[in-house]
Protein backbone atom coordinates (compact mmCIF):
# COMPACT_ATOMS: atom_id res chain seq x y z
CA UNK A 1 0.00 0.00 0.00
CA UNK A 2 1.64 3.08 -0.90
CA UNK A 3 2.13 6.11 1.71
CA UNK A 4 -0.12 9.30 0.94
CA UNK A 5 2.28 12.33 0.31
CA UNK A 6 1.42 14.58 3.33
CA UNK A 7 3.93 17.31 2.83
CA UNK A 8 2.33 20.61 1.57
CA UNK A 9 3.59 21.19 -2.10
CA UNK A 10 4.71 25.08 -2.63
CA UNK A 11 2.27 27.40 -4.52
CA UNK A 12 3.54 29.56 -6.95
CA UNK A 13 2.58 33.17 -6.03
CA UNK A 14 0.81 36.10 -8.08
CA UNK A 15 1.26 39.17 -7.12
CA UNK A 16 0.02 42.46 -7.79
CA UNK A 17 1.94 45.92 -7.21
CA UNK A 18 0.35 48.87 -5.84
CA UNK A 19 2.14 52.21 -6.28
CA UNK A 20 0.64 55.19 -4.11
CA UNK A 21 2.18 57.93 -6.94
CA UNK A 22 1.95 61.16 -4.97
CA UNK A 23 3.91 59.53 -2.01
CA UNK A 24 6.35 57.81 -4.08
CA UNK A 25 7.01 60.86 -5.82
CA UNK A 26 6.80 63.43 -2.99
CA UNK A 27 8.84 61.57 -0.95
CA UNK A 28 12.11 60.91 -3.57
CA UNK A 29 12.01 64.53 -4.91
CA UNK A 30 12.13 65.71 -1.02
CA UNK A 31 15.15 62.98 -0.43
CA UNK A 32 16.71 63.14 -3.78
CA UNK A 33 16.25 66.97 -4.88
CA UNK A 34 14.71 69.05 -1.67
CA UNK A 35 11.95 69.69 -3.74
CA UNK A 36 8.50 69.88 -2.50
CA UNK A 37 6.53 70.10 -5.52
CA UNK A 38 6.54 68.32 -8.40
CA UNK A 39 6.64 70.52 -11.15
CA UNK A 40 10.63 71.16 -9.56
CA UNK A 41 11.60 67.86 -10.93
CA UNK A 42 10.89 65.66 -13.75
CA UNK A 43 10.50 61.67 -13.87
CA UNK A 44 11.33 58.49 -15.78
CA UNK A 45 8.67 57.08 -15.11
CA UNK A 46 8.17 54.17 -17.71
CA UNK A 47 12.12 53.40 -16.77
CA UNK A 48 11.11 53.66 -12.87
CA UNK A 49 8.26 51.01 -13.26
CA UNK A 50 10.47 48.83 -15.19
CA UNK A 51 12.84 49.23 -12.35
CA UNK A 52 10.00 48.34 -9.92
CA UNK A 53 8.84 45.07 -11.74
CA UNK A 54 12.33 43.93 -11.92
CA UNK A 55 12.68 44.77 -8.12
CA UNK A 56 9.55 42.73 -7.32
CA UNK A 57 10.47 39.88 -9.44
CA UNK A 58 13.92 39.38 -7.24
CA UNK A 59 11.35 39.94 -4.39
CA UNK A 60 8.48 37.20 -4.61
CA UNK A 61 9.20 34.10 -6.56
CA UNK A 62 5.53 34.11 -9.09
CA UNK A 63 3.23 35.71 -11.54
CA UNK A 64 3.11 39.41 -11.52
CA UNK A 65 -1.07 40.26 -12.34
CA UNK A 66 -0.04 43.74 -13.13
CA UNK A 67 0.68 46.97 -11.78
CA UNK A 68 -1.79 49.35 -10.37
CA UNK A 69 -0.37 52.88 -10.82
CA UNK A 70 -2.13 55.58 -8.70
CA UNK A 71 -2.28 59.24 -9.25
CA UNK A 72 -3.88 62.76 -9.66
CA UNK A 73 -4.70 64.67 -12.49
CA UNK A 74 -7.10 67.98 -12.43
CA UNK A 75 -10.64 67.15 -13.48
CA UNK A 76 -8.97 63.69 -14.20
CA UNK A 77 -7.66 64.46 -17.34
CA UNK A 78 -4.74 62.84 -17.79
CA UNK A 79 -1.26 64.34 -17.86
CA UNK A 80 1.16 63.55 -20.76
CA UNK A 81 3.51 61.12 -18.76
CA UNK A 82 0.12 59.46 -17.70
CA UNK A 83 -0.86 58.97 -20.97
CA UNK A 84 2.74 57.54 -22.01
CA UNK A 85 2.17 55.23 -18.80
CA UNK A 86 -0.91 53.81 -19.49
CA UNK A 87 0.34 52.52 -22.70
CA UNK A 88 2.96 50.28 -20.92
CA UNK A 89 2.26 46.79 -20.75
CA UNK A 90 1.04 44.82 -17.38
CA UNK A 91 0.14 48.86 -16.03
CA UNK A 92 -3.04 50.16 -14.91
CA UNK A 93 -3.34 53.63 -14.21
CA UNK A 94 -5.92 54.97 -11.82
CA UNK A 95 -6.75 58.45 -11.93
CA UNK A 96 -8.04 60.79 -8.61
CA UNK A 97 -8.83 64.35 -9.00
CA UNK A 98 -6.31 67.15 -8.47
CA UNK A 99 -8.07 69.97 -6.93
CA UNK A 100 -7.18 73.78 -7.27
CA UNK A 101 -4.73 73.31 -4.05
CA UNK A 102 -3.02 70.60 -5.89
CA UNK A 103 -4.40 67.99 -3.28
CA UNK A 104 -5.26 64.47 -4.19
CA UNK A 105 -8.97 63.84 -3.60
CA UNK A 106 -9.95 60.41 -4.18
CA UNK A 107 -6.53 58.19 -4.66
CA UNK A 108 -6.52 56.32 -1.23
CA UNK A 109 -10.13 55.19 -2.07
CA UNK A 110 -8.76 53.49 -4.88
CA UNK A 111 -5.99 51.82 -3.61
CA UNK A 112 -7.68 50.45 -0.54
CA UNK A 113 -10.62 49.41 -2.91
CA UNK A 114 -8.45 47.34 -5.13
CA UNK A 115 -6.49 45.94 -2.42
CA UNK A 116 -9.49 44.44 -0.83
CA UNK A 117 -11.22 43.50 -3.78
CA UNK A 118 -8.15 41.68 -5.15
CA UNK A 119 -7.99 39.76 -2.15
CA UNK A 120 -11.97 38.71 -1.80
CA UNK A 121 -11.87 37.42 -5.35
CA UNK A 122 -8.63 35.58 -4.89
CA UNK A 123 -6.72 37.26 -7.02
CA UNK A 124 -3.56 37.54 -5.55
CA UNK A 125 -1.51 35.46 -3.27
CA UNK A 126 1.30 38.54 -2.24
CA UNK A 127 0.86 42.27 -2.95
CA UNK A 128 3.42 44.61 -2.63
CA UNK A 129 1.99 48.30 -1.36
CA UNK A 130 4.39 50.87 -2.27
CA UNK A 131 2.83 53.68 0.43
CA UNK A 132 2.76 55.47 3.45
CA UNK A 133 -0.62 57.16 4.76
CA UNK A 134 -2.36 55.09 7.68
CA UNK A 135 -5.26 55.27 5.26
CA UNK A 136 -4.14 52.07 3.91
CA UNK A 137 -3.79 50.03 7.39
CA UNK A 138 -8.18 49.11 6.92
CA UNK A 139 -7.35 47.80 3.51
CA UNK A 140 -4.33 46.01 4.41
CA UNK A 141 -5.77 44.04 7.56
CA UNK A 142 -9.08 42.85 4.99
CA UNK A 143 -6.83 41.56 2.74
CA UNK A 144 -4.77 39.74 5.20
CA UNK A 145 -7.81 37.85 6.37
CA UNK A 146 -8.29 36.80 3.41
CA UNK A 147 -4.79 35.47 3.53
CA UNK A 148 -2.91 37.54 1.26
CA UNK A 149 0.83 38.51 2.36
CA UNK A 150 1.56 42.56 2.30
CA UNK A 151 4.96 43.48 1.37
CA UNK A 152 5.16 47.48 2.13
CA UNK A 153 7.61 49.20 0.32
CA UNK A 154 8.55 52.48 1.40
CA UNK A 155 11.09 55.69 0.22
CA UNK A 156 14.08 56.28 2.10
CA UNK A 157 13.55 59.22 4.14
CA UNK A 158 15.97 62.39 4.59
CA UNK A 159 15.79 61.81 8.21
CA UNK A 160 12.98 60.19 10.71
CA UNK A 161 10.56 58.23 8.81
CA UNK A 162 7.70 59.10 5.93
CA UNK A 163 5.44 56.07 6.40
CA UNK A 164 2.98 55.94 9.01
CA UNK A 165 4.44 53.27 12.14
CA UNK A 166 0.41 51.58 12.25
CA UNK A 167 1.02 51.26 8.74
CA UNK A 168 4.60 49.53 8.90
CA UNK A 169 3.08 47.26 11.74
CA UNK A 170 0.54 45.78 10.01
CA UNK A 171 2.59 44.43 7.03
CA UNK A 172 4.02 41.02 5.97
CA UNK A 173 7.49 42.44 5.66
CA UNK A 174 8.89 45.94 4.91
CA UNK A 175 11.69 47.08 2.82
CA UNK A 176 12.94 50.79 2.01
CA UNK A 177 13.82 51.64 -1.18
CA UNK A 178 17.33 53.52 -1.31
CA UNK A 179 17.88 56.92 -2.74
CA UNK A 180 20.43 55.52 -4.98
CA UNK A 181 17.45 53.45 -6.42
CA UNK A 182 15.54 56.36 -7.98
CA UNK A 183 18.50 58.63 -8.42
CA UNK A 184 18.26 57.77 -11.81
CA UNK A 185 14.85 58.57 -12.64
CA UNK A 186 14.39 61.85 -11.20
CA UNK A 187 15.93 65.06 -12.35
CA UNK A 188 15.27 68.67 -11.89
CA UNK A 189 12.80 70.34 -14.21
CA UNK A 190 14.55 72.44 -17.06
CA UNK A 191 13.71 76.49 -16.45
CA UNK A 192 12.88 77.87 -20.02
CA UNK A 193 14.34 80.67 -21.02
CA UNK A 194 12.35 83.47 -22.11
CA UNK A 195 12.58 84.94 -25.20
CA UNK A 196 11.60 88.64 -26.00
CA UNK A 197 8.58 88.17 -28.19
CA UNK A 198 9.30 90.86 -30.86
CA UNK A 199 12.61 88.89 -31.51
CA UNK A 200 11.10 86.10 -32.16
CA UNK A 201 10.70 85.43 -35.37
CA UNK A 202 7.26 84.48 -37.30
CA UNK A 203 6.11 80.64 -38.08
CA UNK A 204 6.51 82.34 -41.70
CA UNK A 205 9.77 83.33 -41.34
CA UNK A 206 11.30 80.28 -39.73
CA UNK A 207 9.79 77.70 -42.45
CA UNK A 208 9.90 79.97 -45.23
CA UNK A 209 13.07 78.16 -46.29
CA UNK A 210 12.18 75.03 -46.38
CA UNK A 211 11.49 72.77 -49.15
CA UNK A 212 8.51 70.73 -49.15
CA UNK A 213 9.25 66.96 -49.14
CA UNK A 214 7.22 65.81 -52.26
CA UNK A 215 5.64 61.88 -51.83
CA UNK A 216 7.10 59.78 -54.60
CA UNK A 217 4.49 57.68 -57.03
CA UNK A 218 5.57 54.43 -58.01
CA UNK A 219 5.65 54.03 -62.03
CA UNK A 220 2.27 53.49 -63.67
CA UNK A 221 0.44 55.79 -61.11
CA UNK A 222 -0.73 59.17 -60.16
CA UNK A 223 0.69 60.93 -56.95
CA UNK A 224 -1.70 61.69 -54.76
CA UNK A 225 -1.93 65.82 -54.12
CA UNK A 226 -1.64 66.22 -50.67
CA UNK A 227 -2.58 69.07 -48.30
CA UNK A 228 -1.45 72.18 -48.37
CA UNK A 229 0.96 73.10 -45.51
CA UNK A 230 -0.67 76.84 -44.69
CA UNK A 231 -3.91 74.49 -43.66
CA UNK A 232 -1.72 71.50 -42.17
CA UNK A 233 -0.03 74.40 -39.38
CA UNK A 234 -3.37 75.95 -38.72
CA UNK A 235 -5.06 72.53 -37.86
CA UNK A 236 -1.80 72.14 -35.83
CA UNK A 237 -1.86 75.10 -34.16
CA UNK A 238 -5.59 75.12 -32.96
CA UNK A 239 -5.11 71.62 -31.80
CA UNK A 240 -2.28 72.85 -29.41
CA UNK A 241 -4.78 75.56 -28.17
CA UNK A 242 -7.89 73.25 -27.60
CA UNK A 243 -5.00 71.40 -25.87
CA UNK A 244 -3.97 74.66 -23.86
CA UNK A 245 -7.71 75.07 -22.80
CA UNK A 246 -8.66 71.79 -22.22
CA UNK A 247 -5.60 69.95 -20.41
CA UNK A 248 -4.49 73.17 -18.87
CA UNK A 249 -1.11 74.70 -19.64
CA UNK A 250 0.82 72.88 -16.64
CA UNK A 251 0.01 69.70 -18.65
CA UNK A 252 1.00 70.98 -22.11
CA UNK A 253 4.46 72.57 -19.94
CA UNK A 254 5.73 69.42 -19.40
CA UNK A 255 6.00 68.90 -23.11
CA UNK A 256 8.91 71.29 -23.45
CA UNK A 257 11.35 71.91 -23.76
CA UNK A 258 10.48 69.76 -27.31
CA UNK A 259 10.13 69.52 -30.53
CA UNK A 260 10.23 65.74 -30.13
CA UNK A 261 6.40 64.28 -29.11
CA UNK A 262 6.15 61.56 -27.13
CA UNK A 263 5.03 58.52 -29.41
CA UNK A 264 1.35 59.06 -27.77
CA UNK A 265 1.06 62.72 -27.78
CA UNK A 266 2.30 62.63 -31.64
CA UNK A 267 -0.48 59.91 -32.75
CA UNK A 268 -2.92 61.67 -30.58
CA UNK A 269 -2.36 65.30 -32.44
CA UNK A 270 -2.29 63.48 -35.57
CA UNK A 271 -6.06 61.82 -34.77
CA UNK A 272 -7.55 65.31 -33.77
CA UNK A 273 -6.16 67.03 -37.44
CA UNK A 274 -7.47 64.04 -39.09
CA UNK A 275 -10.81 64.71 -37.16
CA UNK A 276 -10.50 68.73 -38.39
CA UNK A 277 -9.35 68.04 -41.64
CA UNK A 278 -11.98 65.61 -42.57
CA UNK A 279 -9.07 62.85 -44.34
CA UNK A 280 -6.29 60.92 -43.57
CA UNK A 281 -2.64 62.81 -43.38
CA UNK A 282 -0.69 59.22 -43.27
CA UNK A 283 -0.18 59.09 -47.04
CA UNK A 284 1.66 62.39 -46.33
CA UNK A 285 5.28 62.18 -44.28
CA UNK A 286 5.43 66.20 -44.98
CA UNK A 287 2.20 66.97 -43.99
CA UNK A 288 3.36 65.57 -40.59
CA UNK A 289 6.09 67.30 -40.44
CA UNK A 290 3.93 71.22 -40.69
CA UNK A 291 1.49 69.47 -38.26
CA UNK A 292 3.89 69.06 -35.59
CA UNK A 293 5.33 72.40 -36.63
CA UNK A 294 2.33 74.61 -36.32
CA UNK A 295 1.59 72.67 -33.08
CA UNK A 296 4.75 73.61 -31.56
CA UNK A 297 4.46 76.72 -33.14
CA UNK A 298 1.70 77.65 -30.61
CA UNK A 299 3.13 75.82 -27.95
CA UNK A 300 6.15 77.96 -27.82
CA UNK A 301 4.18 81.25 -28.11
CA UNK A 302 2.08 80.46 -25.48
CA UNK A 303 5.30 80.46 -23.06
CA UNK A 304 6.53 83.40 -24.64
CA UNK A 305 9.81 81.26 -26.21
CA UNK A 306 9.58 81.87 -30.03
CA UNK A 307 9.33 79.00 -32.89
CA UNK A 308 10.61 75.79 -32.96
CA UNK A 309 10.71 73.16 -35.59
CA UNK A 310 9.56 69.50 -35.26
CA UNK A 311 12.63 67.11 -35.37
CA UNK A 312 10.59 64.12 -35.66
Not at 274 to 287: I, N, Q, V
Request: proline share 8%; glycine share 6%.
Amino acid sequence: MAIPDLMPHPVAAKYAVLVDVGYLYAAAGEVLLGAKERKEYRVAADELIQSLQKHAEERISGELLRIYWYDAARDRVPTVDQRVIAQLPWVKVRLGNLNARGQQKGVDAQIRSDLEALARHHAVTDTILLAGDEDMVPAVEAAQAYGVRIHLWGVEPPYGTNQAERLVWESDTVEVISADFLRPFFSRAPQPVPVTPPAAPSPAQVFAGRAPVKPHAKPGQVAKLGPSRPRVEDVGEHVAQKWILTRGRDNIRDLLPGPILPTVIDTELLIEAEKELGHSLRPFPEARVWLRDGFWARVYREFDLGVGVSSK
